[in-house]
């Protein structure tokens, strides 16, 4: 099988795992692949990813003008070219709609705290890209807006794309993006997200250099300074703490009460009438399955 014949297997591959895990349904997603540096060869449009066959391939110049295929390219086909366009050491683009991540796109959540040290060191910050009408330019220059600085991107409203030197690790990118929106979930559903601190976070960068893993762009200063050219990452800064709670009340400010701030589990005494006591969900369970037991 020549090279060409492989990669026309391999986009089929990364096409059947999409509609497989649910990444994608009905004819949605789009997969494109660089050749060299004045082509690529993209998905056709109106096909489901998982019943796409080699023949069905379609060769574009970077312009996006049709060079060989029986079909017509992806109608997105201007975002891929965007990304190309910026970042020339791209080679492969893939797009899809996972149903958590792209939840989190709906509801104008992007990815961008340092939750998991396997994205802080993979991905670092997932931002959302302003919505633009699918198909169009508007969408092209959302994407283009933050491309320059992170491989993984929602798209407000409508789905998520990552980037990469070759083929499976965009994929392979993909399918964190949606683990890491599902294990986010999760967390924000049982009340909290425990952060990594800054410090981990440098520690944690600093890693990616030992296992070959590149990045578009460094983190963000922590005081601020966004913009186009670095990541923001929520990551508190905490000297000797691996984890922090954000939303945890400081046990040093002169505001909060000792009780509120220690919590139950302190030992510090009796609360008063308008004390605040924090419970986690193992503990309160444990207070029901008691008081239950007391009844009988």
Known sequence: ???????????VEVGRRLHDRGFVASNDGNVSVRIGDDRLVTTPTGVS?????PDMMVTTDLSGRKLAGDREPSSELLMHLAV????????????????????FAVAGIALDRA????????????????????STSELADAVRRHIRAHDGLLLANHGALTVADELFAAYYKMETVEHFARISLVARQLGREHLLSREEVDRLQGLRD???IAAPAPLCPPDGGAGEDCQVLEAPSSPGRRLVDPDAPDPASPDVPPSSADGPRSGGGVPGDDDEVRLTYRELTALIADAVTQLR
């Open 1 to 11: 099988m020549g090279n060409d014949e492989r990669l026309r297997a391999d986009i």
């Open 49 to 53: 990813k998982g019943f796409m066959t």
């Open 84 to 103: 190309y366009e910026h970042r020339p050491e791209v080679r492969a683009v893939v797009h899809a709609h996972p149903p958590t991540a792209t939840g």
């Open 115 to 134: 939750v998991l040290a396997e994205v802080v060191c993979t991905l670092g910050s997932i931002p959302i890209a302003d919505y633009g009408t699918p």
């Open 210 to 212: 030992r296992y070959g």
